[in-house]
């Protein structure tokens, strides 16, 4: 990297790189004094032109009011800015707080596929993170699926609600059949007779179709 002052040059040049590592010294201290409010400056100039990673920091600055006046909501619209454009980094920060709520609605659900999806670009703490939602959301979803009667095999647009019969309900909670995805939607994913991966859209064993219900409802008495 340049120097000190030939970077701010670069900076004051209008390249947004420059601007951006610039917002980052400023950031920490790094061969500058300690500045938040600085880094905010020359986040946003970077940020202006598009340059990914400082609309990113930017976002994480604002939503946590370090440097700048806290705003939540518009960090979680700038970090989710990052996001779409599949920044690890901003990724990950999304992850967390739409697992805690900053910024947006709870949903743990998009937190755990964005931690995920850090996790498998290499984020760095990422799969912890991601591991220990996971489990939390696992652990929550087969307690659920223990408390419910097994009669209909039910699928919200992001997990497994209900099971339609005993060996349906062990393959789940053993995680041997999970949701999935399809092209014609939510749907299962286990092992057929031979072993092979496959998309289920109904019950090997009672061959009960699935149901598409909105998620965590009380669907019985
Ligand atoms: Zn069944």
Redesign the pocket.
Known sequence: MATGISLEQAARDGDADSQFQLGVQYLYGTDVPKDPSKAAEWFRLAADQGYVPAIRELGILIASGEGVDPDPEEGARLIGRAADELDPSAMYHLGLMFENGIGLPVDRQKAVRLLAYAAMMGFPGAEVDAQRLDDILTEERNRKLKSRPVIK?MLSDVDVEA???G??LEDLLAQRTVFTESESGPALLGEDKFGMDTVFQE?P??G?RIQIVPRDKEYFG
């Open positions: 095999l099971a339609c019969c060996p349906m019950c064993y009672c009960a």
